[in-house]
């Protein structure tokens, strides 16, 4: 065992302050020189982390505190980024569990903490932001017990030590109750020394290493992190990687360690050794795959393989052919497509790929819409042009019966539109489980419903309650195939023709449902540019100008009032769109297309589809 080391994951429900209270701790042990100019929320380093608040990829970093070394992987608390979690939790021997002081547990709080017991780590609790006006923390702390008695939790993981903090401001103190201006956190960093366990293993035992996560850097080439269970890795010698495929007796793949880091602060150091317990970053094996094993050259012994939940959604990726392609983007062919799905399948451990008829499009499954959508618009974001689908559910057959996922919700809305949360899931074959009165006029409500009714249900509820409803959900199983689903009740208002988008066209389109364009833009045939108020498709021309003639009248020359357009996100795109529709994203537009441009085309497809063909 190596007494002065510990490996603790921070697990909690999206927002309750993880990566708040691994900002404090890094102050507390003056892991930043006092000169240094800090950004908050320094572990979340990735643009769309900072611009959605939310923790995607699991990351760590280490600070010591009387002479101990603690290790500190920050998880996402999303259910979309689940295969981060899981990864996370197989580097540590102990989780803080963070629970909102007047939230209480959290749907994610439920999925991380599973995660945890499954693993059997010991947590400790900390209640943060116990300085809220509607802080209850007595409470929250019954729904804490109640909560780990709900997972058949063994009675040595109840009897957790609990830690009430204000992670924003670095005071914890033991027990519930308000920090004092004088604490700071070395209440906390005492209890996890005492509590969690330093991690087991022998330094003289042939050498075992699972690799949990990969990187790359533009000097070493791909980066193996990971944890090592037994022996020793030194910088220099050759130590051999057992793939997927290895069987015992069969020839290892063998490789010299040309670099060997450990975490240091919130960065990497370099270090000469590392042994049992240790969290390890190295370079050298360019064939590393997440779930391999390091191990002795003389007695190689694979280590389990990491396993995450299944995908439950899909979606195709294919090469941007609309008219526009090629005006904003870097990369657009199919190669480059490819090449850049499969670096993320490198790293990122819940996405499937799969090839499909066309060596242009990719069908890329993964947890949930949201895990989705940051793959997407980190790809535009690099310069990627491509055409996405609408997500479908992946199915399975149990004893010949089709099943589908099933997503657990838990919606936090103002009592007055309980109403709305009900009428909207009822059709969406949605069951509310439990209601519940929760703060200051707002009400808790629990519900199960297909994944299938879920998509697109978080920007209607968010407009409803005019962004003030909180939702979270989360995978819950399978339910046998509930039927045809409602899907948007307008047909598309599609472009006849290319060219600039005139106010005067749109002053008659108007009339006839809602815009997604406005005077100025520039549409292809083919383009949705706006909702229809009836079921069926209408080709419009958006681009007509008005006739000059040399007849004027005073009320035809009036000022044209055009009603502001909704312009979709990503998000709201990917939501909105029937099958036979794609949405275009490229670096600066998203844009709504249907999936043949022209009218005869589109006749033609739809005439193939009925006959079955």
């Known amino acids: 065992m190596s007494p002065q080391l510990r490996n603790v994951a921070l697990v909690a429900h999206v927002d309750h302050g993880k990566t708040t209270l691994v900002d404090a701790l890094l102050r507390a042990t003056g892991t930043f020189a006092a000169h240094q100019a800090v950004v908050d929320r320094v572990m979340d380093s990735n643009d769309q982390e900072r611009e959605r608040g939310i923790t995607i990829l699991a990351k760590a970093a280490s600070v010591t505190w009387n002479g101990v070394k603690i290790n500190l992987v920050d998880t996402p608390g999303h259910a979309d980024f689940g295969g981060e979690v899981e990864r996370a939790l197989t580097m540590v021997d102990g989780v803080l569990l963070l629970v909102d002081a007047a939230e209480g547990p959290l749907p994610q709080t439920r999925y991380v903490l599973q995660k945890a017991l499954a693993r059997d780590l010991p947590a400790i609790v900390i209640i943060n932001k116990v300085d809220r006006q509607d802080a209850r923390a007595?409470?929250?702390?019954?729904?804490?017990?109640?909560?780990?008695i709900d997972l058949d939790a063994g009675d040595h993981h109840i009897d957790f030590e609990i830690i009430s903090a204000i992670a924003r401001e670095g005071r914890a103190v033991k027990g519930i109750g308000f920090p004092s201006e004088d604490d700071d956190l070395s209440v906390l960093l005492d209890t996890i020394i005492e509590k969690i366990p330093a991690p087991t293993g022998d330094p003289t035992a042939p050498l075992q290493a699972l690799v949990t996560n990969l990187d790359a850097s533009e000097y070493l080439g791909r980066l193996a992190i990971g944890r090592i269970y037994n022996g020793v890795l030194r910088r220099g010698e050759t130590v051999a990687l057992l793939e997927a495929e290895f069987a015992e007796g069969q020839p290892a793949l063998k490789r010299r360690l040309t670099?060997?880091?450990?975490?240091?602060?919130?960065?990497?150091?370099?270090?000469?050794?590392?042994?049992?317990?240790?969290?390890?970053?190295?370079?050298?094996?360019?064939?590393?795959?997440?779930?391999?094993?390091?191990?002795?050259?003389?007695?190689?012994?694979?280590?389990?393989?990491?396993?995450?939940?299944?995908?439950?959604?899909?979606?195709?990726?294919?090469?941007?052919?609309?008219?526009?392609a090629g005006r904003d983007g870097k990369y657009l062919t199919s190669r480059h497509l490819i090449e850049r799905l499969n670096r993320e399948i490198l790293g990122n451990v819940s996405i499937k790929l799969h090839p499909t008829d066309s060596a242009d499009v990719m069908e890329v499954a993964g947890r949930g819409e949201l895990q989705l959508a940051v793959l997407i618009e980190s790809m535009r974001r690099e310069g990627y042009e491509l055409q996405v689908s609408r997500p479908e559910v992946i199915t399975k057959d149990v004893n010949g019966k089709r099943f589908e996922p099933l997503e657990r919700g838990v919606c936090d809305v103002p009592d007055e539109?309980?109403?709305?949360?009900?009428?909207?899931?009822?059709?969406?074959?949605?069951?509310?489980?439990?209601?519940?009165?929760?703060?200051?006029?707002?009400?808790?409500?629990?519900?199960?419903?297909?994944?299938?009714?879920?998509?697109?249900?978080?920007?209607?509820?968010?407009?409803?309650?005019?962004?003030?409803?909180?939702?979270?959900?989360?995978?819950?199983?399978?339910?046998?195939?509930?039927?045809?689903?409602?899907?948007?009740?307008?047909?598309?208002?599609?472009?006849?023709?290319?060219?600039?988008?005139?106010?005067?066209?749109?002053?008659?389109?108007?009339?006839?449902?809602?815009?997604?364009?406005?005077?100025?833009?520039?549409?292809?045939?083919?383009?949705?540019?706006?909702?229809?108020?009836?079921?069926?498709?209408?080709?419009?021309?958006?681009?007509?100008?008005?006739?000059?003639?040399?007849?004027?009248?005073?009320?035809?020359?009036?000022?044209?009032?055009l009603a502001a357009p909704k312009i979709h996100t990503l998000e709201t795109a990917i939501e909105w769109i029937a099958d036979d529709e794609l949405v275009e994203v490229t670096p600066k537009a998203i844009r709504i297309r249907k999936r043949h441009l022209g009218l005869e085309d589109r006749r033609k497809a739809f005439k193939q589809q009925k006959s079955g063909g």
């Open 138 to 148: 007595d409470e929250v702390l019954d729904e804490i017990y109640q909560l780990f």
């Open 259 to 324: 670099q060997l880091m450990e975490f240091s602060g919130t960065g990497r150091g370099e270090a000469e050794e590392l042994s049992a317990g240790d969290l390890f970053v190295l370079a050298g094996f360019p064939e590393v795959e997440i779930g391999d094993t390091l191990a002795a050259v003389d007695n190689p012994v694979a280590l389990e393989r990491l396993t995450v939940d299944e995908p439950v959604l899909r979606m195709s990726f294919g090469v941007n052919t609309s008219p526009f």
């Open 417 to 561: 539109h309980v109403g709305t949360v009900t009428q909207e899931l009822a059709p969406r074959k949605g069951k509310i489980t439990d209601l519940r009165p929760g703060d200051a006029g707002r009400t808790i409500v629990t519900f199960e419903c297909p994944s299938r009714g879920l998509i697109g249900f978080r920007s209607l509820l968010l407009t409803a309650t005019r962004g003030t409803a909180l939702l979270h959900q989360h995978h819950a199983g399978w339910t046998p195939w509930a039927g045809e689903l409602p899907h948007r009740t307008g047909g598309a208002m599609v472009a006849d023709r290319q060219g600039m988008v005139t106010a005067y066209a749109l002053d008659n389109l108007q009339q006839r449902g809602e815009l997604f364009v406005q005077p100025g833009d520039e549409v292809y045939e083919g383009m949705v540019v706006g909702e229809n108020a009836r079921d069926d498709e209408m080709v419009v021309n958006a681009v007509r100008a008005k006739e000059k003639t040399n007849i004027r009248t005073h009320s035809h020359d009036d000022g044209v009032k």
